[in-house]
């Protein structure tokens, strides 16, 4: 009787290891939880305020180069940081200047995009303008964009992950956080 288990134990482990048509399996990614979309108002003594998500936190920039009013909104449940910096001007000569900044940063990514997307953005409310650079493949960065009263103020901004990613994986995550992005700079109010 013992043998006979034995046999067939055997049996079973050789024709299980003996399978010619395995092929292995594709990376899987983790399951990602989106949580429900809350806002709160960032209202400091900086001379601008925007409604950012309620599962952020908004942090000082930390370096000793840093400008005042330098902001990091850190998406916690995505490990993302929307980097945030003001600069205020005094003539259109100025604006410019910011204005080929932010451009130059945004296209200094064409070595990896396949394409980047430039959308106007105007709030009539608040005298804002702008544009949002949507960077298609895998950049460091899919989104960079600038707004501006067009007078005084002029804020830039860009998404990054702060892990190594491919686009393919983040697409969901990304389009998640854009929304939020986009909230923030449809809010944002100058002072």
Not at 5 to 19: D, E, K, S
Not at 68 to 88: G, R
Not at 93 to 112: C, E, M, N, P, V
Not at 129 to 145: E, W
């Amino acid at each position: 009787m013992r043998i006979v288990g034995i046999l067939i134990f055997a049996t079973i482990a050789f024709v299980a290891c003996n399978n010619d048509n395995y092929a292995p399996k594709p990376h899987g990614y983790p399951r990602v939880y989106y949580p429900i979309k809350t806002y709160q108002s960032f209202d400091t003594n900086a001379p601008f305020s925007f409604l950012y998500p309620t599962y952020a936190q908004v942090n000082n920039y930390d370096d000793d180069l840093t400008e005042n009013y330098w902001y990091n909104i850190n998406y916690l449940p995505f490990n993302a940081t929307l980097h945030i910096s003001y600069k205020s001007f005094e003539n259109r000569d100025q604006f410019d200047s910011l204005f080929d900044d932010t451009r130059k940063l945004a296209y200094k990514h064409t070595i990896k995009a396949d394409e980047i997307e430039e959308i106007e953005v105007h709030n009539a409310n608040t005298g804002t303008s702008g544009i949002i650079y949507d960077l298609k493949g895998n950049t460091a960065t899919n989104l960079n964009f600038y707004i501006s009263d067009g007078k005084k103020h002029f804020m830039r901004g860009a998404l990054y992950f702060n892990a190594k990613t491919t686009n393919d994986s983040i697409l969901p995550v990304f389009n998640f956080l854009r929304k939020d992005v986009v909230k923030m700079i449809e809010s944002t109010q100058w002072k």
